[in-house]
């Protein structure tokens, strides 16, 4: 197969899987926070803190994964 | 696809350098903030009037984050900090603007503020606990952490330039590939979602910025 055409699907398929475990982790963890919020409403203002970094550092694998696929579109070694 | 997000435009050369348009706009973005922190500092008096409220109430409110965090006192991080905070807020929201582009959406810029945080963690790691003292913080609390802190000194580094990069560079091209697929008012709500995102990644890098001074100088957990 052509390389180009083998890029595109990697590119496509690193994003579309690299994106399912971010998405379940960032979801437990506002599911975690709404409940934290809910028992203790004063605790808002750390809870959204630490929740925005903790969101941060879990995006950032999907982040990852979506630079990944831009070097395969754009930047590929492999292809002349 | 004409456009890869990972090159930058040229617009002129100075001698040999290429001069591209995301660092004109970094210029301009230095212009406008000098120019408006001289103007708000210009008469500072002891009964402020309006824009010295406003003023002061961004300076406290960003002391007050940076204190939340730390636990200590937060004036000798303020000016560094506060800095990186307002300058990425502009640089985030300039790619709204009409003939600029957001100098983060470019791997550059996040590099270069990536280099400053990290020299900056030794240099505020140094000077609080001493250069052997800092030097001891790796081997805490056992030994056997050392490759592991020294690793974890440079990756998460990494991922915070690839973060702003990412997110920034991601909300413009989203954008991009919308208005090329549907035409002229549909990216609109993107680019309000963009505005957000902007703000909310300034935020992120800046406090991610705290934790790891803070860590260096030894008010919390080493992040």
């Not at chain 1, 203002?45 to 070097?71: D, H, N, P």
């Not at chain 2, 990536?114 to 081997?139: D, N, T």
């Amino acid at each position: 197969m052509d390389p180009k055409i083998i890029s595109i699907i990697g590119a496509a398929v690193a994003v579309s899987f690299g994106a399912i475990g971010p998405a379940l982790g960032e979801g437990r963890a506002v599911a975690a926070a709404m409940d934290a919020i809910a028992r203790q409403p004063e605790a808002v203002g750390a809870i959204s803190r630490t929740l925005f970094v903790g969101l941060a550092m879990i995006e950032t694998m999907a982040i990852y994964c979506l630079v990944i696929a831009l070097l395969l579109l754009f930047a590929n070694p492999y292809v002349g | 696809m004409d456009s890869s997000p990972l090159v930058s435009t040229v617009l002129f050369h100075i001698g040999p350098v290429p001069i591209t348009r995301p660092v004109v706009t970094t210029w301009g973005i230095m212009l406008v903030l000098t120019a408006a922190s001289w103007l708000v500092t210009r008469r500072l008096t002891l009964h402020a009037d309006r824009r010295q409220a406003v003023l002061e109430g961004v300076v406290t409110g960003i002391m007050r984050q940076i204190e939340d965090v730390i636990r200590k006192d937060p004036r000798p991080l303020l000016p560094l900090l506060g800095t990186l905070f307002i300058f990425l807020v502009t640089a985030n929201l300039s790619g709204v603007l009409p003939g600029t582009e957001a100098p983060t959406a470019k791997i550059e810029t996040p590099a270069a503020l990536a280099l400053i945080v990290f020299l900056s963690v030794h240099f505020f790691g140094i000077r609080a606990q001493g250069l052997l003292g800092y030097l001891a913080s790796f081997a805490k609390p056992k030994l056997i952490m050392l490759p592991l802190n020294l690793v974890s000194e440079i990756t998460r580094i990494f991922s915070l330039m690839v973060r702003l990069f990412g997110n920034v560079m991601s909300g413009e091209f989203m954008i991009a590939l919308v208005l090329a697929l549907a035409g002229l008012f549909v990216p609109i709500p993107l680019m309000a979602l963009e505005i957000l995102l902007g703000i909310v990644q300034a935020y992120i890098f800046t406090i991610l910025a705290t934790v790891f001074i803070g860590a260096a100088i030894g008010g919390v957990e080493r992040g």
